[in-house]
T-cell receptor, first 114, second 112 residues
């Protein structure tokens, strides 16, 4: 099956710990994205990557870090500097940065920090 | 930057009736407008999209209209069914798909 996988589906961490969320795609897409979703709000862009070894900050990058060492993978680390990390995190990918292609979303990871 | 507003925040309709969700955007350079459906605990799925060179697009029971002058676009669902119940998000972007700005979402409930 082609698509985007995110693991785990639910993640629990203690305050002060860093945590890494996984995102893998086998769609051969160039671009990948991380969004955060909070109740009653739309999706907000954390980071995006248009090509391997390159990534850009989105609207709410503070307290997060990413890497893009492989085309298929775009892990997100939620650091202890993120003040309100509890949220639903969505990864997405699109085929090409310069073409009119839709973004495909993964199933999401719900992170709870206590 | 771009700002996308979406109304209503919640919408309840009887099965078989039509549902309309409206979005407005602020950046006149935006040229791609997708609509996503999100079911509980899942990632959003694209249901229809429209580009700025088109005024209307239809796919079976779903249609989207775009008014560039007024900077608003709408999702129309006809003959609603219980499985249409979900949260719907609109979005806008420049450059056909880069860096979407999403609306806050509309929770649609279709009552049997």
């Amino acid at each position: 099956d082609g698509g985007i996988t995110q693991s785990p589906k639910y993640l629990f961490r203690k305050e002060g710990q860093n945590v890494t969320l996984s995102c893998e795609q086998n769609l051969n897409h160039d671009a990948m994205y991380w969004y955060r979703q909070d109740p009653g709000q739309g999706l907000r862009l954390i980071y995006y990557s248009q090509i391997v070894n390159d990534f850009q900050k989105g609207d709410i990058a503070e307290g997060y870090s990413v890497s893009r060492e492989k085309k298929e993978s775009f892990p997100l680390t939620v650091t202890s500097a993120q003040k309100n990390p509890t949220a639903f995190y969505l990864c997405a990918s699109s085929k090409d940065r310069d073409a009119s292609y839709e973004q495909y979303f993964g199933p999401g990871t719900r992170l709870t920090v206590t | 930057g771009e700002n996308v507003e979406q109304h209503p925040s919640t919408l309840s309709v009887q099965e078989g009736d039509s549902a309309v969700i409206k979005c407005t955007y602020s950046d006149s350079a935006s040229n791609y407008f997708p609509w996503y459906k999100q079911e509980l605990g899942k990632g959003p799925q694209l249901i229809i999209d429209i580009r700025s060179n088109v005024g209307e697009k239809k796919d079976q029971r779903i249609a989207v209209t775009l008014n560039k002058t007024a900077k608003h676009f709408s999702l129309h669902i006809t003959e609603t069914q219980p499985e249409d119940s979900a949260v719907y998000f609109c979005a806008a972007s420049r450059n056909y798909g880069q860096n979407f700005v999403f609306g806050p979402g509309t929770r649609l409930s279709v009552l049997p």
